[in-house]
């Protein structure tokens, strides 16, 4: 080789040496050294990150979901303290009247579209005990076996479904509309001491999930929107009296969590059950035992 062309070949010979260098490195950079040895991350992993980063037009991530809180409104207060003592009397016929109950109980097989099961899981992934913990109070405002056929009759619009766990006739008579394992459709924008349960969030939430409905058959003079009506019989307080304490006791249900429709209702819309006399409740219930 002459030495006018050794400068030249040296030359070429150190760009092909720094070229698969180059190469080495980019090749080390893309796909990771063993072990990614140093900690150092790869072009690769630096490019998806590039790639998902909100600003480099990839699709941002979404934070973690959180649970809906229902609006401001005010605390249950129970007006069924501070009676403890039994009359002997009372508690007589109720305890046979809980004999008979076990037997006379209507139970019926209403339209599915009126109820539903209870969740486990919220609109937002979060865990849900479906245990019965809140009872609340209706009122028919129309006769009994007008509700009845409310419920047997099928509903494909969810404005129009509605169930209670049980009714209460006039005379006493006791009808079973769904199995408390099921979620009827007795509230529906609904809270109870800054509870409830989102399961459509177009809607709001309601405290269907977690609670028990049962409804008194309306007065006579009770068919209309006034504030009041001549109140309810003492065959349905004894009734009354009955299936809330197998509630209470089969559930753990504190006296303090038996409410009332007008109480939950977030919409301010509802007024039931109208005339409804605690005193009546709370003597009962105290003479079974389940208030203390």
């Not at 401001?72 to 016929?93: F, V």
């Not at 969810?158 to 209460?168: F, K, M």
């Amino acid at each position: 080789m002459s030495a006018s062309l050794r400068p030249l070949v040296l030359a070429v010979a150190g760009a092909g040496v720094l070229s698969i260098g180059g190469l080495t490195w980019l090749g080390r950079d893309l796909f990771g050294a063993p072990g990614n040895a140093g900690g150092r991350a790869s072009l690769l992993d630096l490019l998806e990150e590039v790639r998902q980063s909100p600003g480099a037009g990839g699709r941002p991530q979404q934070p973690p979901p959180v649970k809906a809180l229902p609006p401001p409104h005010a605390a249950w207060r129970t007006p069924l303290g501070g009676a403890c003592q039994a009359d002997p009397q009372l508690r007589g016929r109720l305890l046979a009247l809980a004999e008979r109950l076990r037997y006379e109980t209507i139970r019926l097989r209403i339209d599915p579209s009126n109820y539903g099961e209870r969740f486990r899981q919220d609109v937002f992934g979060q865990p849900l005990d479906p245990t019965p913990q809140v009872v609340v109070l209706h009122e028919t405002v129309y006769g009994i076996n007008s509700a009845i056929n409310t419920f047997m009759t099928p509903h494909p619009r969810d404005e129009d479904q509605v169930s209670y766990h049980t009714l209460i006739g006039l005379d006493g008579r006791v009808v079973e509309v769904l199995d408390p394992s099921k979620r009827a459709f007795g509230s529906g924008n609904s809270a109870f001491n800054g509870r409830w349960v989102v399961t459509n969030p177009e809607v709001g939430g309601s405290i269907n999930n977690f609670s028990l409905h049962l409804s008194l058959e309306t007065p006579i003079d009770g068919e209309d929107q006034d504030p009041a009506h001549s109140g309810y019989t003492a065959a349905q307080y004894d009734a009354l009296a009955i299936v809330l304490g197998r509630w209470m006791r089969r559930f753990s249900i504190p006296a303090n969590n038996i409410t009332t429709h007008r109480h939950v209702d977030l919409g301010g819309e509802r007024m039931d059950p109208r005339s409804f006399d605690w005193r009546e409740l709370q003597v009962r219930l105290a003479s079974i035992g389940v208030l203390c």
